[in-house]
């Protein structure tokens, strides 16, 4: 076994991860190679050195800093967006950013804070109101009625016969009034004889 494999295989034999047969080979190779056991002594005093130091303390949290100065940069809230929020904060539509605006809006605006004691006190009195029970469906009755109430249903031959009776009448009628609003022929009317004809006629 080389070098080079004894480099690559020296951490896994510190952590003792290497199957028994490959650890034989890597400690026959470090009997023999002062070079590689050199390297090994170097690795050993190192992880000796990181286990004595003192644990490092955690990173502290640098979010609350940035959200200040985030905040800080914002424009200011006005009064006519704020009470238009404040309907939309007590369902979490607002943002972190916007919630974080309105309540710093609400500490410095007394209007505006007691517009929000004011809407919360009426959220309050509406959840305390008994529930209002549903109206009685009526549909259901209504259908049984309908189902229940026969259907008359009407055959040509009473729907005919009131036709035929009718147009009966009217053919009857036309012939009897036939004959009596026949208008009469004038007679033929003789035109007065001429004057001179007259005088010729009389003795």
Not at 45 to 56: D, M, Q, Y
Not at 147 to 160: E, K, L, Q
Request: charged letters at 20%; proline letters at 10%.
């Amino acid at each position: 076994m080389g070098c080079r494999r004894i480099n690559e295989q020296i951490h896994a034999y510190l952590d003792d991860c290497l199957p028994p047969r490959e650890a034989q080979a890597v400690v026959a190779h470090l009997d023999a190679c002062a070079r590689c056991r050199a390297e090994l002594e170097r690795m050993q005093r190192s992880l000796s050195a990181l286990r004595a130091a003192a644990p490092a303390e955690p990173a502290p949290d640098l979010w609350p800093a940035l959200r200040a100065r985030i905040e800080a940069s914002l424009p200011a809230l006005d009064c006519e967006r704020a009470r238009a929020w404040l309907l939309e904060c007590g369902d979490g539509s607002l943002s972190p950013s916007e919630a974080s605006a309105l309540q710093r809006h609400l500490a410095a605006c007394a209007a505006c804070a007691a517009e929000h004691r004011s809407l919360q006190r009426a959220i309050a009195a509406l959840e305390r109101l008994p529930v209002a029970e549903a109206p009685v469906d009526l549909w259901p009755a209504l259908r049984a009625r309908l189902t229940a109430a026969p259907i008359r249903r009407w055959g040509w031959r009473w729907m005919w016969q009131p036709a035929v009776a009718l147009a009966a009448a009217v053919v009857a009628f036309w012939v009897w009034r036939g004959p009596l609003s026949r208008p009469a022929t004038p007679a033929a009317t003789i035109p007065p004889p001429d004057r001179g004809v007259q005088r010729l006629a009389s003795p």
